[in-house]
């Protein structure tokens, strides 16, 4: 009896799914147009890949979705929330949700509170928590909202203000609510954290929607399997685990195609180029995972601090407009004809040039009907040609971290359109499967666990710190679906803290693991 496992990869023109037996080998793969509605999208390019498969042999399936992302960014379908900061009279200059865009604060702002409470950087208490305020909120906001953000001054170093506060919550809006602790998802740095963690519990909905349209449409089709999500890491969280942290979906589309690049490339260390239809995600992959980003990460016009990958997005994909102008200049995108491409370019009769016709008309690839472009001028589309190349080769410059050249893995569907050379690159790799290697990555991908805390070394000195920080990242890892058999570190960082007494250091540690194998007795 074989196990299969489905990975599905939803981006903005196209949802990508592939089904991988037990070695890893693809058995199938298809690209079927995103949807309105998302879930449809999911479906059919589901039904396509499994139907030469028993359904009980398939037991897992991965998602990577842009869900989250595009409810922020679209303000659509947020949660009801309350945004509580622990942290009067210490922090009151600076109100939560500033710098935050004026009709997301509208969405958001509703149910705000600042109260008393908070911790100084080395652990001591402020003042204390004020238990009888969080009573009257939580009395308040009973019926009105259905998910909270609790973010505490330097919670990162203590977290029993938040913990606390989240007892009382429940206690009086029932152990359904949904509570977000800046704690457990941003890093020190009080208001993109607390940002992060608005964000968070503003996705709650969208996130446990998708998870539910994913198990049904594996119900449906009479597939039991265990359900993960990609986050933006690299690696894959449990559904229980997705709807508590859906903002970690974030940007895990291209952390998909990286991890998908590595694994059908075989490299470890590589700059990897993943064309879309609409844009194109230049990462770095540093021994197999994507390289993550030291900057705050704006998301829907809200500053944050919590891990993203670092990438470049650039407005290059297989469906760009190129608008030829009358005195024979040109401008390259940035829209695309998104997933209409099969009706709007040249190629396929439509009557709009896109990157993709002058491809074809340039003879670098066969698509659609050449005749369609062949009145073109060689000349001026030798010239947008070399501008799109040029495009991604100044990006590739800008993620390398010296000048020598470095391999480039090509991959996404409209990988395609690019040459077999490029500047600054030692190799141009373009590995089999490479138009599915998001849904390849999402398939195969481990799972993993991090944490980021602050501790005084003066107290418990260094070694104590980075195993107390190492064994909290393993049961992370084991909590979101991981293998404890196959945990390994992959990351550690340590920061000393120059300006905290007490010799502090920030210890950040990711460990991964295989997924979880299904017991015996559950395959029966």
Known sequence: ???????????GTHTDAVLLDQDNTVISETKSPTTEDVATGIYTAMKKIIKDVPREEIKYAMLGTTHCTNAIVERKRLNKIAAIRIGAPATLAVKPLIGVPDDLRDALGKYVYL??????????????????????????????????????????????????????????????????????????????????????AAVVNVAKTAADGFINALKNEGIEAKVFFGQNDGTLMSVEYAVKYPIFTIACGPTNSLRGASYLSDSSDA???????????????????????SLAVEIGGARTNFRMPDLISIGLGGGTIIRIQENGGFTVGPDSVGYRLPEKSLIFGGDTLTATDVAVALGKVNLGDSSKV???????????????????????????????????????GGSILLPEKLKGASEVIRPEHSGVANAIGAAISQVSGQIEKVYALAEIGREKALQLAKEKAMSEAINAGADPDSLVIVDI???????????????RVKAAGDLARMEVNELV
């Open 1 to 11: 009896m074989g196990v299969y496992r489905i990975g599905i990869d939803v981006g």
């Open 374 to 412: 062949a009145h073109l001028d060689q000349t001026l589309l030798n010239k947008v040609y070399d501008k799109m190349v040029e495009l991604v080769e100044e990006a590739i410059d800008k993620m390398k971290t010296s000048a020598a050249p470095v391999p480039v893995i090509l991959v996404g």
């Open 271 to 293: 700059i990897v180029v993943d064309v879309g239809g609409t844009t194109s995600d230049v990462g770095v992959l540093v021994q197999s995972f994507p390289r993550e980003s």
């Open 115 to 200: 109260i008393r409470g908070g911790h100084e950087f080395d652990g001591r208490e402020i003042v204390s928590l004020d238990e009888e305020h969080l009573y009257q909120i939580a009395e308040e906001i009973k019926g009105n909202v259905d998910s909270v953000a609790i973010t505490s001054v330097f919670s990162p170093v203590s977290q029993a203000h938040e913990q606390r506060a989240s007892e009382i919550m429940k206690e009086v809006l029932g152990e359904d609510i949904s509570v977000s602790l800046s704690s457990e998802i941003g890093s020190v740095g009080l208001l993109e954290r607390e940002n992060a963690t608005i964000l968070n």
């Open 493 to 507: 960082e340590d920061v000393p803290l120059a300006y905290m007494p007490g010799n502090a250091t920030r210890i």
